[in-house]
């Protein structure tokens, strides 16, 4: 993928960066409490191999003389951008931005190893997840190598001895550089805290409405109910397995019945998602999956044109306890019960204590101790030494603020319910902050200038910087060419 990017930005962007003096790091007790974890046991055994995190973290602080940086084929290669750092697999670096000798700016990854031969001996050279890297950068660069991607050598280009950078950088892996902060977080800096959250909220009023209105649109054609399940299944299977979800939940009425009862649902759900294990051992837990298959070999066959493949889920970096066996596990005691839209409704209708509301929903969604999944998060795991909840508050919340609240917003507006209206606005905009996420973590560096998590109080502030992402960042670059964000902020400022 390429970009074009006019010569004057260009100019200024590749400037050479004026290196500072070099910091001498003062001992002092809390040095020593903290360990000095900065200089890596690695680096005392074998200086001339540092560690690939700190190699990582070199390229995303960009401590390298950065006009001085040539590839191994000779050619100089100018970094516009070092890339996001990724944590769910695949190439280090998302989103960087090089340019290579004569050539245009180019968007792609970054993929960091400590020796060359990482790129064939890691596998990146056969799987399609590293198709997009644009250069592979390495500690000592060896020879270039035909069909590789242009490679780039750390040793000779650092800009302080790798002792040093592994103590200033101690910690840091997860903070953006100066140069790696969006456009708009000078302009926003400039906005009070009453601002800011001010701003974020009206972002957040617009996520409400929107996701309001997708769930309005789909109850047009399926009904509200069928609307509501299929936005708990979406939740349910996060960004990696939305779609295989969705599948499922498309098929409420044909899985549903209750008189199915709790484990007839289980193995429906399970059996039609590909998920159930094929093979039958001697295992603790194998008792339950033999009662699954009991009851889904009798209906396999009436299922066998809407079964999924299992190849459709994405497992792959999923923590155990968010499974999507898991997850369908729990959506199968929703639909044993058969009341879960009136307790929805219910629900909405209650008073509740700002910092209770993620405790009553739990209490609402969460299922019965269920005799396997309670003490299991996969069907090829370790029983768990105590029962365990089905639903914890960081999901609870999300099924709040992206399924459940827009839900009902929607339902008292179409029955005109003001009062309803405004006490489900009053439950949003109160909901306590949810658990951080990479997508939140970013954008508070790139937009906020500020790491820390406290900033933002609540979940509404949360969804309306995820919204500002959405409508702003993704549609622009790493450079943010062509982004109207900081104008917009500065106006919003003079209001």
């Known amino acids: 993928m390429t970009c074009s990017i006019p010569p004057v930005t260009l100019d200024i962007l590749c400037r050479e960066q004026k290196l500072g003096c070099v910091l001498h790091v003062t001992p002092t007790p809390y040095l020593h409490w903290r360990g000095r974890p900065g200089l890596d046991p690695a680096l005392h055994d074998d200086p001339e191999h540092p560690p690939e995190a700190l190699l990582q973290t070199i390229w995303q602080h960009q401590r390298l003389r950065r006009g001085q940086l040539h590839a191994l084929d000779g050619r100089p290669v100018r970094v516009l951008h070092p890339g996001f750092r990724s944590v769910e697999g695949g190439p280090d670096f998302r989103g960087a931005m090089i340019s290579l000798g004569d050539g245009p700016p180019v968007i792609g990854d970054i993929e960091v190893d400590l020796r060359p031969g990482g790129w064939h001996s890691h596998g990146h050279d056969v799987n399609p997840a590293f198709s997009g890297v644009i250069l592979h950068v390495v500690w000592d660069g060896g020879e270039p190598v035909a069909n590789e991607p242009p490679r780039l050598a750390l040793r000779a280009a650092l800009d302080a001895p790798v002792g040093e950078l592994g103590l200033l950088l101690a910690g840091q892996g997860e903070l953006l550089s100066d140069a790696a902060k969006g456009r708009c977080c000078e302009p926003f800096k400039t ?259 500020a790491p820390g998590a406290k900033i933002l109080k609540t979940a509404a502030t949360q969804q309306g910087l995820v919204q500002i992402v959405r409508d702003f960042c993704e549609r622009s670059d790493s450079i943010c060419t062509g982004c109207n964000m900081p104008n917009l902020v500065r106006e919003f400022r003079e209001q």
């Open 191 to 449: 906005l009070s805290p009453a601002q800011q959250t001010q701003l974020l909220e009206q972002a957040a009023r617009l996520r409400l409405e929107s996701k309001a209105a997708l769930f309005q649109a789909r109850a047009r054609t399926a009904g509200r109910e069928q609307a509501l399940w299929e936005g708990l299944f979406r939740a349910l299977g996060y960004k990696h397995n939305t779609w295989p979800m969705q599948s499922l939940a498309e098929l409420h009425r044909r899985w549903s019945s209750p008189d199915a009862g709790l484990l007839g649902l289980q193995a429906r759900l399970l059996g039609i998602s590909g998920l159930l294990p094929q093979e039958l051992s001697r295992k603790e837990g194998d008792q339950y999956l033999r009662h699954l298959w009991d009851s889904w070999w009798r209906e396999r066959e009436g299922f066998s044109d809407c079964t999924l493949p299992r190849t459709v889920w994405r497992l792959h970096g999923v923590r155990p306890v968010n499974h999507p066996a898991r997850r369908l596990a729990l959506a199968a005691h929703w639909a044993a019960r058969g009341d879960l839209l009136r307790r929805i409704e219910s629900w909405c209708t209650k008073t509740i204590s700002t910092p209770a509301l993620p405790g009553s929903l739990i209490e609402l969604l969460d299922a019965a101790p269920d005799p396997y999944w309670a003490r299991h998060h996969t069907f090829a795991s370790k029983a768990l030494p105590s029962d365990q909840p089905l639903l914890g508050e960081a999901r609870a919340s999300d099924l709040a603020m992206n399924v459940i609240l827009p839900w009902l917003w929607v339902q008292a507006a179409d029955h005109g319910n003001t009062d309803l209206k405004v006490r489900l606005e009053t439950r949003y905009f109160q909901w306590p902050a949810g658990q951080d996420n990479s997508v939140l973590k970013l954008a508070r560096q790139r937009l906020l200038g």
